[in-house]
């Protein structure tokens, strides 16, 4: 996506009906838009009352409009904003007269946040972070979001590329000068201070994935025989009945997903279908894909019959498809203990309707979600992008110190740069042309 010298717009709230809708501009000609509606543009920073009419005269709505002179706007452009009422016969023919207008055209996904970055609005973790600002759903996702967007990433990246730049222009010096030998004591510091950023880098990396979950979310698959409750699991949780409940075993026949917020996380808990032998051919398919959901989710709840004798057999049978990690919950425990059994497995009536298992259960995701000490943190690392260049990184630094800093400063040196660069693709420090693409083109049309 190139940023170009058009003038661009795009309708910003959400398209259909609604109370107010905004239309935004933004360009060398955004100054201009007012007049293809005949009304005046307002000083910049300030806001005015305007009619604006079709080529013939005809009112097409009063509005209000604000106009922002670049740079000192959101996209470094000048800005133009029409407030007007959200019916689509008001923005659609808004928007219709602009696109015939010369020297306008629709804004592409993303467009405005792209020229925000273009202009050092933002860089591209910031970028990211308005984008996981827009998609969150939880009050963790909307805090972990704005983190991003205030630095939390950028401000210490930047501190380690500065510091990888400044060891790596001190090595180059030497080759400038190949007879100046490096003193014993600024060679002892200058391993010190890679070992101690490789410390830094390492720890970051090793936080369990927290970020990347809150911001992905995670998937948990409902998994066991049939008539164990399931279904009746996946209703309690999500407080509506959004998977049919019955005594007929192999009612359940394919995936049944519910979106919940678990502890701030968003969480797809999947209903699958119950697992027998001696089925038809629809019942053998959505047995597949519950043992495929197993082996694929984050958390499987592995839901046994605690009345019925050999379960604990089942649910050694069933554990060998699990790929993460997973609970145990013996349900119709009315005939035995309602709570933590003394195996660690969760003991449950959900026949009874006593939320006491439940909150365990969702106190036992929650932990596995999020471990305990990563989950007061402020996580950097949100995107497997992000991940990748700091281990880029880490491996360029050790890499470094594997060189003679006397015999091969060079090399040295090159693996300085290269791990810089590494963490200059994270904010866009360095020419990442490749990346914008498919970042700025998860926006919105109006973004």
Not at 163 to 178: K, V
Request: glycine share 10%; proline share 4%.
């Amino acid at each position: 996506m190139a940023v170009d010298g058009d003038t661009i717009f795009a309708l910003a709230t959400p398209p259909g009906k609604s109370a107010i809708a905004v239309i935004r501009i933004s360009g060398p000609q955004a100054s201009g838009a007012p007049a293809v509606f005949g009304a005046n543009c307002p000083d910049p920073g300030r806001f005015s009352v305007a009619r604006l009419c079709d080529d013939v005269g005809r009112m097409i709505d009063q509005v209000v409009i604000l106009f922002m002179a670049g740079p000192r706007s959101s996209t470094g452009e000048d800005v133009t904003e029409i407030h007007c009422h959200g019916s689509r016969a008001v923005t659609l023919t808004l928007l219709d007269r602009l696109a015939k207008a010369d020297g306008f055209r629709p804004a592409e996904p993303g467009e405005f946040t792209h020229r925000a970055f273009h202009h050092d609005k933002m860089d591209l973790s910031g970028a990211e972070g308005l984008a996981d600002l827009i998609d969150a759903e939880t009050d963790i996702q909307l805090s972990q979001a704005w983190n991003q967007m205030d630095g939390a990433l950028r401000r210490p990246v930047m501190a380690w590329r500065t510091a990888l730049i400044s060891i790596s222009g001190q090595l180059e010096a030497l080759i400038d000068f190949a007879d100046e030998s490096l003193p014993p004591s600024i060679e002892a510091q200058l391993r010190g201070e890679t070992e101690q950023l490789i410390e830094t880098l390492s720890a970051h990396l090793d936080d369990g994935r927290y970020g990347e979950i809150v911001r992905g979310g995670v998937s948990v698959a409902l998994v066991g025989p049939v008539n164990a409750g399931k279904s009746t699991l996946l209703n309690r949780l999500a407080g509506r009945d959004a998977a049919i409940v019955s005594h007929e075993a192999g009612t359940t026949r394919d995936i049944v997903s519910v979106r919940l917020d678990i502890g701030g996380i968003p969480a797809n808990i999947m209903d699958t279908a119950g697992i027998r032998s001696g089925v038809g051919s629809v019942e053998e398919e959505g047995i597949r894909r519950a043992i495929e959901a197993a082996g694929t989710a984050h958390i499987t709840v592995l839901v046994m019959d605690g009345s019925i004798k050999d379960w604990q057999d089942t649910a050694q049978i069933l554990s060998a498809h699990i790929g993460g990690d997973s609970i145990l919950l013996v349900n119709k425990a009315d005939l035995g203990v309602v709570g933590v059994l003394p195996d660690g497995s969760i003991g449950i009536s959900l026949k009874s309707g006593d939320d006491t298992a439940v909150d365990i259960l969702i106190e036992r995701l929650i932990s596995l979600m999020a471990p305990a000490n990563k989950a007061a943190q402020t996580p950097l690392i949100t995107r497997a992008r992000h991940r990748a260049a700091i281990e880029v990184a880490a491996t360029g630094l050790r890499q470094a110190l594997s060189h003679d800093f006397h015999d091969s400063p060079e090399l040295a040196a090159e693996d300085f740069r290269q791990a810089a660069v590494a963490l200059g693709r994270i904010t866009g420090e360095i020419d990442v042309e490749e990346l914008l693409g498919s970042i700025f083109s998860s926006f919105c049309i109006g973004k």
